[in-house]
């Protein structure tokens, strides 16, 4: 039931603290202090979070209804209402309006809630690290070229120059949301697209000769590890996911009678409306892969997690198990990343078994559109990368035995 006025008055302390429960997520918590505490319970991301919404008596219980509809609003587009308070608090904070910081914070706030969740709060952690000590404090009208250039110098001159590039990127959207809103001229960051050297381009570490593959291929079987970190390791070169979508994957993904895996679109690396609305990406099994996840499914099978975490089955494999056990083998990051098998595939399955490049660009994932520049259907192909998948798990079978090979040379793919 919901709390009435009379019951908020008359809610006595106790000897420990306890809670009333409103509706919806709400509660008030009466302290054994006699303090009276609205709060919102909610849940963002998957974590359960709370949410202080005032002090009775100076906030009514009609006020605090309000405050916990406008979380809850904000919750419906996305946006966790905790983090918005606290970006909202800090704007304020910044003294006038119109300073870098405040107009950035404000950037932040309205198009955040468009990025991935990771995406959105490293933008802002760059900011607060690496420009507002420094410019944030000024108007942004007045700012010039040559304010914004030893900023990104002083980002250069430790190393890191890709960051420096994508702080004047974060700068000249910035601007240009000033620009928009009538409180810049122009985006002078513009002007600083030639004062930077090139970033260099890293790919992730891959495999791509082919004897070579077939060293590392032994040497995951003979990996000493937990069964599920040599599983994992088993079947990442087989299915040309990225080691986060593979870690987290779910029982009730996969279809191993028909051998397919569908993974949900917000698993994917994509744009977050892509993520939400997007569609889910299939992943056809090979013969081996079934058998791997088979064997996987007698000891894991009852939990959520294909692969669970030690630490508890109600979460995945940690994000740095597989990265560790290739280090243990003698791996380092240079030489190969679990994240490397895309590459590896992407340029061998070319190159070694005349797969089209369009077949195995849609099974990484990556759009692939047709003549007219239409992006083609996920189900489309689907016969074709079957066939790709089974000839790919073949491949590294002849590898791993020492099949007689003839070196290549590869690239890369993300």
């Not at 991935?116 to 507002?132: G, I, M, P, Q």
């Amino acid at each position: 039931m919901s709390l009435t006025d009379l019951a908020v008055r008359n809610a006595a302390p106790r000897e420990k603290s306890y809670r009333l429960a409103d509706a919806a997520g709400m509660y008030l918590e009466i302290t054994a202090a006699g303090g009276k505490y609205w709060r919102l319970k909610y849940r963002y991301g998957g974590k359960e979070k709370r949410l202080a919404l005032g002090v009775y008596p100076e906030t009514a219980l009609k006020q605090a209804r309000e405050r916990r509809d406008a979380a809850r609003q904000l919750l419906s587009q996305g946006v966790d209402p905790g983090v918005a308070r606290k970006a909202e608090k800090q704007a304020k904070r910044v003294s006038g309006a119109n300073t870098l910081e405040a107009v950035a914070r404000e950037w932040h706030l309205k198009f955040a809630p468009a990025l991935s969740d990771s995406h959105a709060t490293r933008n802002l952690r760059r900011l607060e690290k690496h420009v507002f000590p420094y410019i944030g404090s000024r108007p942004i009208a007045d700012l010039m070229p040559a304010d914004v250039l030893p900023v990104l110098q002083r980002i250069e001159k430790t190393g890191h120059i890709e960051t420096a590039h994508r702080v004047r990127v974060l700068i000249g959207q910035v601007m240009r949301y000033a620009v928009s809103t009538g409180r810049a001229a122009r985006d002078i960051a513009a002007d600083l697209r030639d004062a930077l050297p090139p970033a260099p381009v890293k790919h992730h570490a891959a495999v791509t000769e082919p004897v070579a593959l077939g060293a590392l291929l032994r040497a995951i079987d003979g990996y000493n590890g937990t069964a599920t970190v040599t599983a994992a390791l088993r079947l990442a070169p087989l299915v040309f996911q990225r080691p986060g979508e593979l870690r987290q994957a779910e029982w009730t993904e996969f279809d191993l009678d028909a051998a397919l895996w569908t993974v949900p679109a917000a698993r994917m690396k994509r744009r977050k409306d892509k993520k939400e609305n997007g569609e889910t990406h299939l992943v056809p099994l090979s013969r081996q892969a079934v058998a791997i996840l088979r064997d996987l499914y007698l000891l894991t099978g009852r939990g959520r997690f294909v692969f669970p975490s030690l630490r508890g089955a109600d979460r995945p494999m940690s994000d740095m198990a597989m990265s560790a056990a290739f280090k243990r083998m003698g791996f380092d990051s240079d030489t190969a990343l679990p994240h490397g098998w895309r590459a590896t595939a992407r340029t061998l399955a070319v190159e070694a078994l005349g797969v089209p490049a369009e077949v195995v660009e849609m099974q990484l994932a990556h759009e692939v559109r047709d003549s007219l520049g239409r992006a083609y259907n996920r189900t489309q192909w689907l016969v074709a990368r079957r066939d790709l998948m089974q000839k790919w798990a073949d491949y590294l079978d002849g590898l791993r035995a020492g099949a007689k090979v003839v070196p290549i040379n590869g690239g890369a793919a993300t």
